[in-house]
């Protein structure tokens, strides 16, 4: 099995920083995507930044210049450095991994979910 363990987030003041990090583990053969997510009250779950299977990074537009994504610890590990936070960035962010495994197929997996709340 795999998982995916979030850590970071918390309360912090507008225009502040936190740092995100997802570390995947268990029979894993290959990570192929991972990255983050998000979802704020009542709307939909929506694409923060991930590394695609091509090598790529993607950005949402709203947190290009302000978020950096990252991979360390032989890649199994994803982290996301937020700055100049703003009160519309308050959300549920989730780690997201699409993850080959030793010995069986192909999914995507979904970490537990870390709030971030921006607000004065």
Do not use: H
Request: proline content about 2%.
């Amino acid at each position: 099995q795999v998982q995916l363990v979030e850590s970071g987030g918390g309360l912090v003041q507008p225009g502040g920083s936190l740092r995100l990090s997802c570390a995947a583990s268990g029979s894993i053969f290959s990570i192929n995507a991972m990255g983050w997510y998000r979802q704020a009250p009542g709307k939909q779950r929506e694409l923060v930044a991930d590394f695609t299977s091509g090598g790529n990074i993607n950005y949402a537009d709203d947190v290009k210049g302000r978020f950096t994504i990252s991979r360390a610890n032989a890649k199994n590990t994803v982290v996301l450095q937020m700055n100049s936070l703003k009160p519309d960035d308050t959300a549920v962010y989730y780690c997201a991994a699409d993850i080959t495994g030793t010995g069986y197929g192909t999914a995507l997996y979904w970490g537990q979910g870390t709030q971030v709340t921006v607000s004065s």
